[in-house]
């Protein structure tokens, strides 16, 4: 299918889910408590943008939530895939750690926040930390199963041919895990991304999660579903930048 016929697709398919929503939520198919429409989540964006929530402009929480979120990703990825790259070339470390990044990867990081307020308070830290681990764990699986991946025959090869160590990471090992680093580093993103709210549930005053979930206690379903769309359509331009950023960095993926 040509790239221009998918993004008809897609932009059509949006545009009649949200045609749907808007006749379901007006005709009261259901009950507006429960699906505002679309106009009068429009109308609570003006509100927003003029008065803030609780105090605090409707920008900020946007810029609050990406703040944390965005510094904890860059420190997951830089630490994360080193260590993945590395777990992947040593069975031996990967002994080591497997079991602790195997049992902590599945462990819903809502049961850490008592830990983290133990451990860190109820500031910023605690938030981060909680961000941080969720994209952290999934970015070192990734990184080792990407080279996992590899053909050990391409390593032999090289390994014949007088490469050093050095040389056979840099021409054969990092050139095609590449891709996979990509696509592991996006699906960590998202995880991160969702992992938001819960870290936003630590005495926050700010963010869009600690927004959704404040509105909620007070039956605001029109700033709820703002709130969600809003956390939604900033994950989808953050995995639409990586996507870009990936044909740049590696324009030979999925061309073998």
Same mark, same amino acid.
């Given at each position: 299918?040509?790239?221009?016929?998918?993004? *008809?697709?897609?932009?059509?398919?949006? /545009?009649?889910?949200? =045609?749907?929503?808007?006749?379901?939520?007006?005709?009261?198919?259901?009950? %507006?408590?429960?699906?505002?429409?679309? &106009?009068?989540?429009?109308?609570? &964006?003006?509100?927003?943008? *003029?008065?803030?929530?609780?105090?605090?402009?409707?920008?900020?929480?946007?810029? @609050?939530?990406?703040? +944390?979120?965005?510094?904890?990703? $860059?420190?997951?990825?830089?630490?994360?895939?080193?260590?993945?790259?590395?777990?992947?070339?040593?069975?031996?470390?990967?002994?080591?750690?497997?079991?602790?990044?195997?049992?902590?990867? %599945?462990?819903?990081? =809502?049961?850490?926040?008592?830990?983290?307020? @133990?451990?860190?308070?109820?500031?910023? /830290?605690?938030?981060?930390?909680?961000?941080?681990?969720?994209?952290?764990?999934?970015?070192?699986?990734?990184?080792? /199963?990407?080279?996992?991946?590899?053909?050990?025959?391409?390593? +032999?090869?090289?390994?014949?041919?007088?490469?050093?160590?050095?040389?056979?990471?840099? +021409?054969?090992?990092?050139?095609? *895990?590449? %891709? !996979?680093?990509?696509? &592991?580093?996006?699906?960590?993103?998202?995880?991160?991304?969702?992992?938001?709210?819960? $870290?936003?549930? @630590?005495?926050?005053?700010?963010?869009?999660?600690?927004?959704?979930?404040?509105?909620?206690?007070?039956?605001?379903?029109?700033?709820?579903?703002?709130? =969600?769309?809003?956390?939604?359509?900033?994950?989808?331009?953050? !995995?639409?930048?990586?996507?870009?950023?990936?044909?740049? =960095?590696?324009?030979?993926?999925?061309?073998?």
């Amino acid at each position: 299918m040509r790239l221009s016929h998918h993004i *008809a697709i897609s932009i059509l398919s949006v /545009a009649v889910f949200f =045609i749907v929503w808007q006749v379901a939520a007006t005709q009261q198919w259901v009950d %507006p408590l429960l699906l505002p429409s679309l &106009t009068d989540i429009g109308l609570t &964006t003006e509100e927003l943008l *003029a008065d803030g929530y609780r105090q605090v402009p409707l920008w900020e929480h946007i810029a @609050v939530s990406l703040a +944390r979120a965005l510094s904890a990703f $860059a420190v997951a990825i830089a630490i994360g895939i080193p260590l993945g790259l590395l777990m992947g070339l040593s069975d031996g470390l990967a002994a080591v750690l497997n079991p602790f990044v195997q049992f902590l990867r %599945p462990l819903p990081k =809502i049961a850490l926040i008592p830990l983290a307020v @133990v451990w860190l308070g109820i500031g910023e /830290a605690s938030k981060f930390f909680l961000i941080f681990i969720a994209t952290f764990l999934s970015v070192v699986v990734g990184a080792a /199963a990407a080279v996992d991946r590899i053909g050990r025959s391409r390593i +032999r090869v090289a390994q014949t041919l007088g490469a050093s160590r050095k040389q056979i990471f840099l +021409r054969v090992v990092l050139p095609d *895990a590449l %891709p !996979d680093l990509f696509t &592991t580093v996006r699906l960590s993103i998202g995880i991160g991304w969702t992992s938001l709210i819960a $870290a936003e549930m @630590v005495a926050a005053s700010s963010g869009l999660g600690w927004m959704v979930i404040n509105a909620s206690a007070y039956l605001r379903t029109d700033i709820v579903m703002l709130g =969600i769309l809003l956390l939604g359509g900033i994950g989808y331009v953050l !995995d639409l930048l990586l996507l870009g950023l990936q044909r740049l =960095i590696v324009p030979w993926a999925g061309k073998e």
